[in-house]
């Protein structure tokens, strides 16, 4: 009798151990060793999931600060209203728990969800929609490796008419093009890994374009600058020497802004810097400079340099009170000619970043200081301090107009106005 009472208790154990197993072996999270599967997520496929989703920046939308990774409910703000980035965490009631592997892929290829649902773009879709099916199987078999949690997704809150997805199917219809990335023949193994790093999984395009009323951009333009939507930070332009233009640098100066935040060249602040921060640091050597073969060899636009001399355009008094705040609050960090102390201190002078035609990045920088990301290739960085708390309107617009024109530099003054405008993002 009392075998008896063991032996059942032995096999109610093994019982509840093979539900569990079961539970585990859920497609696309498969131990390394387990049986034959569609998607065998091995360990070292959850390794190189795990290396694409950091390459595909996947934490900085759907992981509050401080918050569980992955379990979603971060606003997104729009000009249309706030977007809440659901839980991508492998929970079965509130996040994709039960999803597979092909429902994965056509949600990262088409931008349509697991029960039709049309994906708005600020997933970014029309750029995933190059990833290839086996880097989507295995970002989605890392995703079902991490730990699983409970958080019901909040309801997006945008403005009528926009909060009807039926009208995604007009921007689909202009904005859209569906399909895998496909190597361009003629370019070496390296452009075409750093051109699916790029328009792929980076999706650098989503912000480095121009966005119109839609919400939507032009192939056309791609690369050439923009206004990141609701954040007031300008992506400059990767195509012309009048901005971030990289045709006259090295690749070796390219990968160091990707990998460690700062170069010779330049220092990565605002959303470059947390995009750096979660995402770029993490890349191999290789896929680095793959990037940065890629990106050199963007069109150039603007080639010819913009004019210099453009003192003549700001205001006297104006000149000599921008000379006098810089040298009392730049000149120490920046040097008295704008030269810096690369990489710790960017240089001033002949910085393209300074002399865009959007003043933005250079006032909301005086407003708010910043600093490069601490990473792996530059774990301690040094960083600027606000000056919104000693400086009025007039004296921010007098010393970025004065950055923008001196020593050679070919910007155009701000004014007054322009500083206020950003200075009210400051919390009051």
């Known amino acids: 009798m009392r075998k008896s009472l063991l032996a059942a208790l032995a096999v109610a154990a093994l019982a509840v151990i093979a539900v569990g197993v079961l539970r585990f072996l859920r497609p696309g999270a498969l131990p390394a060793g387990a049986g034959q599967a569609p998607l065998t997520a091995t360990t070292q496929i959850i390794d190189r999931g ?14 509050v600060p401080n918050g569980a990774m ?3 409910g971060r606003a997104m703000a729009t000009p249309f209203g706030n977007l809440y980035v659901p839980n991508i965490t492998p929970d079965d009631d509130t996040g994709i728990g039960l999803w597979n592997a092909n429902d994965f892929y056509r949600m990262m290829h088409t931008g349509v969800g697991k029960d039709g649902t049309l994906l708005y773009p600020a997933m970014p879709f ?15 078999a890392y995703l079902m490796s991490v730990p699983p949690v409970r958080q019901k997704n909040r309801e997006h809150a945008l403005r009528f008419p926009f909060n009807d997805r039926d009208l995604l199917i007009g921007w689909r219809t202009l904005y859209f093009k569906e399909g895998e990335f496909t ?22 395009a989503m912000c480095h374009t121009a966005v119109n009323a839609l919400g939507g951009s032009s192939e056309s333009k791609a690369f050439e600058g923009g ?15 009048r ?3 990289l045709g006259d640098w090295q690749i070796d100066d390219i990968a160091s802004l990707l990998q460690a935040g700062a170069s010779h060249q330049g220092t990565v602040y605002g959303p470059m810097a947390e995009v750096v921060y979660n995402s770029l640091q993490y890349l191999s050597d290789a896929d680095a400079k793959a990037m940065a073969v890629y990106l050199k060899a963007l069109p150039q636009k603007d080639t010819e340099p913009a004019p210099t001399g453009q003192a003549r355009l700001v205001d006297p008094e104006v000149m000599e009170t921008g000379r006098k705040v810089y040298a009392l609050q730049c000149a120490v960090c920046h040097g008295a000619e704008g030269r810096g102390q690369a990489p710790a201190f960017p240089p001033l002078a002949g910085n393209r970043s300074i002399t865009m035609a959007s003043p933005v990045n250079s006032i909301r920088m005086v407003l708010y200081g910043g600093y490069a990301p601490g990473t792996r290739k530059n774990p301690r960085p040094y960083g600027m301090p606000p000056f919104s708390h000693l400086l009025n309107d007039d004296e ?22 322009q500083a206020n405008d950003l200075r009210k993002l400051l919390p009051q």
Not at 193 to 200: I, K
């Open 50 to 63: 795990e290396y694409l989703a950091r390459a595909g920046d996947c934490v900085a939308c759907h992981t």
């Open 70 to 72: 992955f379990a979603g």
């Open 126 to 140: 029309a750029s995933y929609t190059q990833v290839t099916r086996a880097d989507s199987d295995a970002i989605f």
């Open 183 to 204: 190597p361009t023949p003629g370019q070496s193994a390296e452009w075409n890994r750093g051109a699916y790093l790029v328009r792929g999984l980076g999706h650098c």
């Open 227 to 241: 206004m990141i939507p609701n954040q007031n930070w300008y992506a400059p332009s990767l195509t012309s020497n």
């Open 243 to 245: 901005e971030a233009g």
């Open 396 to 417: 921010v617009a007098a010393v970025v107009s004065y950055i923008r024109v001196a020593w050679g530099n070919s910007g155009t003054p701000v004014t007054a106005s």
